[in-house]
Nanobody
Framework: VQLQASGGGLVQAGDSLKLSCVAS????????TSWFRQAPGKEREFLAH????????YYRDSVKGRFTISRDNAKNTVYLQMNSLKPEDTAIYYC??????????????????WGQGTQVTVSS
């Protein structure tokens, strides 16, 4: 089981980036896929979740209206569109999946599978 995150980079405040998470070797989990991020010296924090099929995405309050999670199951890819980026969005961004439906979506310990992370740096 492998998740591969990509699309990060160095951008200026106000710019946009679109991250991708590809599931290789299999399709995505039926428990949906989430994005997290971790800034230096900080806890890994939940950003957004999208169900595998049907249902509405769920977002962290601080990114609502700026970030949009979407998926293309035919391409085995989940996306995170990030607009109006701010310096405080600088972090390593990870996609993740749970192996069961147990645990809170917003808690990193609920997740078993993680991508390798992609660095996003936003300059002021």
């Amino acid at each position: 089981v492998q998740l591969q995150a990509s699309g990060g980079g160095l951008v200026q405040a106000g710019d946009s980036l679109k991250l991708s998470c590809v599931a290789s070797e299999r399709t995505f989990s039926v428990y949906g896929t989430s994005w997290f991020r971790q800034a230096p010296g900080k806890e890994r924090e939940f950003l957004a979740h999208i169900p595998w099929s049907g249902g509405s995405p769920y977002y962290r309050d601080s990114v609502k209206g700026r970030f949009t999670i979407s998926r293309d199951n035919a391409k085995n890819t989940v996306y995170l569109q990030m607009n109006s980026l701010k310096p405080e969005d600088t972090a390593i961004y990870y996609c993740a999946e749970r192996s069961t439906g147990v645990g809170l979506l917003s808690t990193s310990s609920s997740y078993k599978f993680w991508g390798q992370g992609t660095q996003v740096t936003v300059s002021s």
